[in-house]
């Protein structure tokens, strides 16, 4: 059985080769992107930060279907009025990062906060229930 941090390797390594093949273009003709991600693991939680700068928390939607994690989201394009881009390195458009989650992740405790351009959503592990069953005698 994978671990969960196999499971995010698998879908953030095909998503990075994407990510390899479009870097360089100019940002308006392949559009938003993939945002940048970090992924953590430990005993009791999983996190994942997003980077989303400029990115307003009404412009986020954050969903959680068959056990898959789907953020999307919209930047601005920034263009001060009366000018025109000489240079853009910085992505502007809609983008999506979906993710594979592990069946020991409670998605429906997770808790997602906006701050200084970074997602951060924190995937709480089950709590894993056990209880003895006595064996009734016939």
């Given at each position: 059985?994978?671990?969960?941090?196999?499971?995010?390797?698998?879908?953030?390594?095909?998503?990075?080769?994407?990510?390899?093949?479009?870097?360089?273009?100019?940002a308006e003709r392949v559009?938003?992107?993939?945002?940048?991600?970090?992924?953590?693991?430990?005993?009791?939680?999983?996190?994942?930060?997003?980077?989303?700068?400029?990115?307003?928390?009404?412009?986020?939607?954050?969903?959680?279907?068959?056990?898959?994690?789907?953020?999307?989201?919209?930047?601005?394009?920034?263009?001060?009025?009366?000018?025109?881009?000489?240079?853009?390195?910085?992505?502007?458009?809609?983008?999506?990062?979906s993710f594979a989650l592990s069946r020991d992740?409670?998605?429906?405790?997770?808790?997602?906060?906006?701050?200084?351009?970074?997602?951060?959503?924190?995937?709480?592990?089950?709590?894993?229930?056990?209880?003895?069953?006595?064996?009734?005698?016939?």
């Amino acid at each position: 059985m994978l671990t969960t941090l196999q499971l995010l390797d698998r879908t953030l390594s095909s998503l990075d080769a994407f990510d390899r093949l479009t870097r360089g273009f100019d940002a308006e003709r392949v559009g938003g992107g993939a945002a940048s991600v970090n992924v953590f693991e430990g005993e009791r939680a999983v996190i994942v930060q997003l980077s989303a700068p400029g990115v307003k928390k009404e412009d986020l939607e954050i969903n959680v279907e068959d056990d898959v994690l789907t953020v999307s989201g919209a930047r601005p394009a920034a263009l001060p009025e009366g000018y025109t881009a000489l240079h853009r390195e910085r992505r502007a458009g809609r983008f999506t990062r979906s993710f594979a989650l592990s069946r020991d992740l409670d998605a429906g405790a997770a808790e997602a906060r906006l701050e200084d351009g970074v997602l951060t959503l924190t995937l709480p592990r089950r709590v894993a229930s056990r209880r003895s069953i006595p064996v009734q005698a016939a």
